[in-house]
């Protein structure tokens, strides 16, 4: 009996398989991995061939729910993760902030604070850098980890339902992060908690997160017990006004007012527009008169102020007793502008930087290196670019010092913090009670929140004695580069 040859051309001996070629040890590996994780439950199965294409839209969108609610239970663990980690950190500090040294019998305080004084600093230092490790960990603000466990705190007390649907990933972070929001402004009373919890719960799973913001309001309304005069007195005190750096040199101004103040002001402002828009060449629209308007006021230039005479009447109308106050003379603000002095010569294109913004476009730089009634010169090495011939010999740092380490340090040097120079301690690295000088090289800005960590926590910095970068250590022994310099 004669037994043909294999063809040569022919990938396996089988004819089941013919013309396909056998996997590669990559592919029998990755599905090797995909079996394993399918097996221990952390991953769908059927997740691995995410990519394969479906015929039938309703098996995709069936994933995609899937793939939502997923996200839903992650997010929601996360919460109760970081919550869970603050609440460790209050429990026993000593990872965070040390031994307790009031458990020496021959202990006393240098600052004169009692012992009860004294371990509740360390309470609130170990919540401090517990709050500061999450933050750089995850590359979010210290303040977004301090809202997500208040968050979760206050589902898990004041509304159990909408947090239960929403570790099972049945409504997602912006119910929740609504349902929170408003469930803290109700009063100790676990009666409106309860009635609130219910009806959130009903229109998270029926609403989408815009409708549920607007039905979940008016919900708090009719389960607060306290009428609506006591809370607005109380609201009154949130009042403020804040900036937020955009794009392309721009910025938004923000105003947290009395709904009452804010309708006049808006008012006020559109009367202001609408007149300016009756000139004749007038070109630009409403929506630019009313900004122009806005910060020619508060600029203190007067010219919408002038422009609109006729309105006075209302804005006294709506006024309150502080409105009726004279109103001091408007003065120059100070504006801070790095510029460099090739740019003002025209003979470099660098852009001109604003303290606490960053770059903005070189019209606008010159036109307010042109209107600065001030100039300060920082004197540097022309090619290495460090400051010349400052004092170095004392503790107190020199004027033109702070003025250079605000130019090359321009915000906290913590990572993550974007707090402006002007606003934060200049700290030495290296303590000047044990040698260190005060120089650029071991001085760095931190604001006094992350000062006061430095020194009343196990955080610490150290600068790498090669390069000069700066690098921190958190309490529980991770290194954390510093940030580049914002600008």
């Given amino acids: 009996m004669e037994f043909p040859a294999p063809a040569h051309d ?87 902030v040390g031994p307790d040294p009031t458990l020496d019998g021959l202990w006393s305080d240098a600052r004169g604070r009692t012992v009860a004084a004294v371990r509740r600093d360390r309470l609130d230092m170990a919540e401090r850098a517990a709050v500061a490790e999450i933050a750089v960990r995850l590359r979010l603000a210290e303040q977004t980890v301090r809202t997500r466990a208040a968050h979760a705190a206050v589902l898990r007390e004041r509304c159990p339902q909408v947090w239960t649907v929403f570790a099972d990933g049945l409504v997602s972070e912006r119910h929740a992060i609504e349902t929170a929001r408003l469930a803290a402004t109700l009063p100790a009373d676990p009666a ?145 502008v790095t510029i460099p002095a090739l740019t003002l010569l025209d003979a470099d294109d660098t852009p001109a930087t604003l303290d606490g913004y960053g770059p903005i476009d070189l019209d606008t730089g010159r036109r307010l290196a042109g209107e600065a009634t001030s100039w300060i010169r920082v004197l ?14 004392t503790y107190r740092v020199p004027t033109a010092l702070r003025r250079w380490l ?23 690295l290296h303590a000047w009670s044990e040698g260190g000088a005060t120089d650029d090289d071991n001085l760095d800005p931190e604001c006094r929140h992350h000062h006061r960590m430095r020194h009343e926590t196990r955080w610490a910095a150290s600068r790498d004695p090669d390069t000069g970068d700066l690098a921190w250590t958190t309490p529980l022994g991770a290194h954390i580069d510093a940030d580049p310099p914002p600008f």
């Fill in 10 to 96: 022919r990938s396996h001996p089988t004819d089941a398989w013919s013309g396909m070629p056998w996997p590669d040890g990559d592919e029998l590996q990755s599905d090797a991995d995909s079996a394993w994780a399918v097996a221990l439950g952390l991953l769908d199965d059927g997740a691995a061939d995410d990519d394969s294409p479906l015929a039938d839209p309703v098996l995709l969108l069936e994933r995609l729910e899937d793939r939502a609610a997923a996200r839903h239970r992650a997010t929601a663990a996360e919460y109760d993760l970081i919550l869970r980690v603050l609440q460790d950190a209050a429990d026993d500090p000593e990872p965070w």
């Fill in 192 to 336: 409106s908690w309860e009635a609130f919890d219910a009806g959130a719960r009903d229109r998270a799973l029926r609403l989408s997160p815009a409708r549920f913001a607007t039905s979940a309001r008016v919900l708090r309304e009719r389960v607060h017990p306290e009428s609506v005069e006591t809370r607005h007195q109380r609201a009154r005190a949130d009042r403020g006004v804040w900036m937020t750096a955009e794009l392309d040199g721009m910025a938004t101004l923000t105003a947290f007012l009395p709904a009452d103040r804010a309708a006049a002001a808006m008012t006020h402002l559109d009367r202001a527009a609408r007149h300016l828009a009756t000139i004749e060449g007038e070109d630009r629209t409403l929506a630019q008169l009313r900004a122009d308007a806005f910060a020619d006021l508060l600029a203190g230039a007067g010219t919408a102020g002038d422009a609109t005479a006729d309105s006075s009447a209302s804005t006294r109308d709506a006024g309150t007793e502080r409105a009726a106050r004279p109103s001091p003379a408007p003065a120059r603000p100070t504006v801070i």
């Fill in 380 to 393: 540097t090495h022309p090619v290495t670019g460090t400051p010349l011939a400052l004092d170095r010999t």
């Fill in 406 to 428: 605000g130019v090359t340090s321009p915000t906290c040097a913590f990572p993550g913090c974007g707090r402006p120079a002007r606003d934060c301690d200049l700290d030495h």
